[in-house]
């Protein structure tokens, strides 16, 4: 009954994040911030390892019962579910420079990029029309202003 409470509560989570994957119409930038759900398993661990069930409200409400109920065993599950996360995502952690360039170009060091990047990036910096539709406009908006100059 323990296990059936832990797998509930971690399925519900899951879940959660199945769901926020989902969905068209969304940048690449967007299931990369979702992805970042692997510093909540870091956070679960921790909590699990030092006897805190907050967010595992079933697994919570079993433990009320009055049962002693070894929570290493499931900080271990996310351990192996935290490994496999970063092994499946590690092409984002690779990206992640390229990410910074397309979700927050006004404040890169051109210096930081690669040599093909750096004079257009500091083109777009100084551009301050376009700087104001990147505070104003969503990020997939923006990327509209800037065709044909920057391609």
């Known amino acids: 009954m323990q296990n059936l409470t832990f797998v509930v509560d971690i399925s519900q989570h899951l879940n959660n994040l199945n769901k926020m994957l989902q969905g ?11 992805i970042g759900c692997m ?25 009320t019962t009055g049962l002693n109920i070894d929570l290493n ?14 092994q499946r995502f590690q092409i984002f952690d690779q990206l992640e420079t390229d990410f910074q360039v397309f979700f927050s ?7 930081d990029l690669p040599v093909d990047l750096q004079l257009g990036i500091i083109d777009l910096q100084c551009d301050s029309n376009l700087k104001t539709k990147f505070v104003l ?15």
Request: glycine share 4%.
């Open 137 to 151: 406009a969503s990020l997939g908006t923006f990327y509209q202003y800037l065709f044909p100059g920057y391609q």
């Open 24 to 34: 068209c119409k969304r940048l690449v930038t967007q299931y990369y911030d979702t």
């Open 105 to 111: 170009p006004f404040t890169l060091n051109a210096s």
């Open 39 to 63: 510093l909540k398993l870091s956070l679960w661990k921790t909590q699990l390892s030092g006897d805190d069930t907050v967010h595992f409200l079933c697994l919570k409400s079993m433990r």
């Open 73 to 86: 065993q499931y900080k271990d599950k996310i351990t192996e579910s935290l490994r496999e996360f970063q």
